[in-house]
């Protein structure tokens, strides 16, 4: 009676998936389908691809991606398996810490890294893979992790009373258990570097261009929107198509939630360096960022500080600073509002469907796959004509930045509805609860964790600006990324520290924001 | 091939759990600890597994002192009391586990897979998933797992504990001619004096 | 159940998209006014403040990304503008904009400046500062000239753009000379000045940048400069090609008649009075007095390169590919 019934309820959660349906289609199908009609000239369609600069991009983009996601991919993998099974001080923080950079402004982090890499590396190939895996690297901890997490240390008891030697462990026990979420987190991994915009162009020398990077180009300096289309579109398809075959998931696989606690295990001395770098690797570009704040020339000096807080009034440097955190925080909020209950319903519709849950995340990660100047031009024509005018929408940016942050929150969702045990559904429903009630009684306190990294998440891409909506018209006053944009625009030693103090304010601001939420909930 | 226990005691923190407890199994025989819950019955089944080191005294498995041995070279299997079966390997695969980690020869290992199958009784089952097993099911495949690598000892942490009544008087007696069968040196830890009665040889109380 | 949720998520649809149009501006009279502007347009916060007390009407500035961007954006929306002014199309894009016909009616030009070699007079010591384009390629300054990448930068096109306009067809001989010479490029503006020029910790005395950033330098200068102290750096005043920006009313809004008064207003002398210290440009308009800062350490520019906007438009490309052949290899 009760297996029916959970059935029916199967089948009926369905409809959730909707409200994500109808953000990706408003803010990326589409426009993609309205623009790719009007401006795209089918000649170019193959004539694009014979653009020399176009095949280059291509292949760099191809390779620094893959070997920036090797990298990433093995030092995170060694990372998440001691973040998700070891205690030791500042575990939590060090995990929270670790997403931090994902959602910086790029601005902001290639300021930091110019002023703690040696000259030499400045335009190398060394510095984009490491500002990559600096990065990147949360994808790994926060998808691969609360796999690992939930399983049981018995079970890995068990392989060793089995005759498995650590190695072996981990290769038949601990990989294979993990295997799914670790081709999920290369896949986005894959995807984040090969669309990466800032950090080629700050850390890659001149003349090195990714399809981003040169999609850009076409459209804005050539005027070639047409080509730049086309390019556009078949980087998505690629994008969609690896996801497609990379997020599988295996019906057998079950992830049981364990609220449980962490094997209180040492770790060893190899480990702890390794954290240890990797935590100077997070914090040396902050500090370093904060010394060239201060510093002009050989003098120590808080102008730039004095002049950012508003205390100093300088001749030549007019913003509000108060206001850029209005605008930025309530872009930030309404996104989080949007995309955190759209993304949980998504999350709810597929949990116990395994195979809509690859498509729907190829679906999801469109508006992130799409350069954000084609999506900008996009939508630019599609909502241009009354009652659809809203390209002078407050909303739009907000519409965008959930639509951005929307992959991620489902991710981070994913596995804590699955891991709600049936059974406590079945037995609320026995209570005579009705579906609303069990939800908010049983189920959102044990979704909690979901809850707050996706409302990190969100809150935090929308602070740094992210992608697409990079290349929408602001009607509000300036957002923060802006307004250090601007300041890094102008010559002299004013600007320059006080841009950086900006940026270390906002890198400080957003990595609080992502690391108290964090806390709170857990892993 | 007999187990020593000399003298073991193991603190957690300022908490005495087990204090110089001394114990022997002989070689083929089964003998069982019992005590209420909370005592210590799986802390001593976890050192002696080599999964925790106690504060003082040794394992002496066939002469041998285990205390510097890890876990996965002591040939020391263990039927843990929820199973632990591996939820990505069927049920073939999980009795397999510990001939493949042991390198054996894979016609020597099939068939001692399948003959350990049938003792159990789940020759059908051999391809089936492990998530849709039953309690007794289950409990099954994870002493057919145990023993397919020849262990020298075998461990039993509750192994009838959370089955209903019917079921376990059945097993108890399927365990006892399991263990007799293949002449299994065995060490189980329960609470219940009637389990120990039915599957063990010998009885030793824990305080 | 199933009914009322489809129901219940489609009435939500609904309002939702209610509430996004209902927010976008229908008012026929209008007391508000869309500026577009590229990101870096940044006036002082009471810059409007005269033109609102006149007409009444407040001024919205619409940031619209980078002038590229910017431009790219309203070509596109030609006939339905995102606003009703436009700020800050400049002369290597104005022929773009024209022949997608943004501008209601003739742009007008409302501020220059000019892109040239600056130096960092404490880092040259004893040598001569360079001149001319030709004093570049010369031995004396080899391995101290840092230029951007005319593809990513507008400072570094404007540059480019000077040597097509000095050498004519042998322009990409002048360019071979300077590789010769050692030049380095870099990407952006901001990295040129801030990572390659010796001012801020690099190792090249001369990079491309503005006439007006010697005034910058004096007036950003932390610790302040001692009066009457020079500026730390100079202009090579014969290596200048002039940038001119423009702003104009949108064809298509609604409101041309007070859209044209505040391009008026931009061109005014209240607002372009602003302009030298706030945007670091000249003002086009004549009748208005250079701040004492531009007085005192701005460079004279009596001579600078220009090539007509429409042939920069019809060649910018092919000029920018032949300068990577010869230049990045």
Redesign the interface.
Known sequence: MVGHRLEMKIR?VR?LV??AA?LVFVTAVIPLIVLATSVIDKADIFSVWTHS?VRRALVFSLWQALLSTAFTIFLGVIATWHLSRYQFFGRRTFIALVTVPFVLPTVAVGAAF?AVLP?AL?HSILAIVLAHIFFNISIVVRTVGPRWNSI?D??I??????????L??WR??IM??GKNAIFSATALTFFMCFTSYGII??L????LATVDIEIY?R?????D?SGATVLAIAQMLLIALTFLLWSRSRS???VLFRAQAISHRRLSLAPKCFFLALAAFFTVPLLALLAASMR??D?W?L??WKVFLGIQK???????MWQAIQTSGKYALIASCIALPTGIAATYALSNRRSSHSRLSAFVILPLAISP?VI??AI??TY??Q?????????LIPLVHAAIALPFVMRSALPVVEGIPNDLRCAASTLRAGPWRRFLTVELPLLKPAISTGLAFSLAMSLGEFGAT??L???ES?TIP?II??L??????????TGMAASLVLIVTTAMIVITIDRKSHT | MSLIIDNISFSYGDRAILNKLSLEVPTGTTTAVVAPSGVGKSTLLRIIAGLLTPSSGSIILDGKNLSLVPTHLRSIGMVFQDNQLFPHLNVYDNVMFGLRMAKTEKKIASERCRDLLELVGLSQIAKQSVDTLSGGESKRVALARALAPSPILLLLDEPLTGLDSELHDRLAHELQRILHATSTTALLVTHSIHEAEIISDSIHHLQ | MKKTHIALGTSLAMAFLYLMTSCSSETSTTKNLTLIAYDSFTPPETAFDAFTQETGIKVNIALAGDAGEMVAKASLTSGNPEGDVIWGVDNTLISRATDSKIFASDPTEVDYGDVCVNFDIAALGQTEPPLTLDDLVSSDYKGMLVVENPATSSTGLAFLLATVAAFGDSWPDYWKQLVANDVQVVDSWDEAYYTAFTRYGGDRPLVVSYSTSPPAEVIFADPPLAKGSPAPTGVASETCFKQIEYAGVLRGTKYSGQAQQLVEYLAGPTFQALLPESLFVYPANQDVALPQSFVDYAPEITTSFSIPPNEIAKNRQSWTEQWSAIVLK
Do not use: C, M, Y
């Not at chain 1, 008891?157 to 650590?166: C, E, H, V």
């Not at chain 1, 459209?219 to 005027?223: E, F, P, R």
């Not at chain 1, 890094?488 to 520290?497: E, H, L, Q, V």
């Open positions: 009926s409809f909707i409200p109808i600069s110019i000259k400045h049981d018995q079970l008891d068990s392989a060793r009373t089995l005759g498995a030697s650590p072996q462990t038949h026990v294979p258990l162009t700050i890659g020398g001149p003349g180009r459209a804005v300096q050539l005027g929107l057998t696989e079950l002009t020339r003098t000096s102008t730039g300088q001749r030549g440097i007019d913003f509000n100047v900008g031009l630019l024509i241009d004509f009652p659809f005018d809203f390209r002078s929408s407050w909303l990079s290349f018209t602001r009607r300036r802006i944009a601007s890094f625009g102008k010559a002299g030693d004013i600007p320059r520290t």
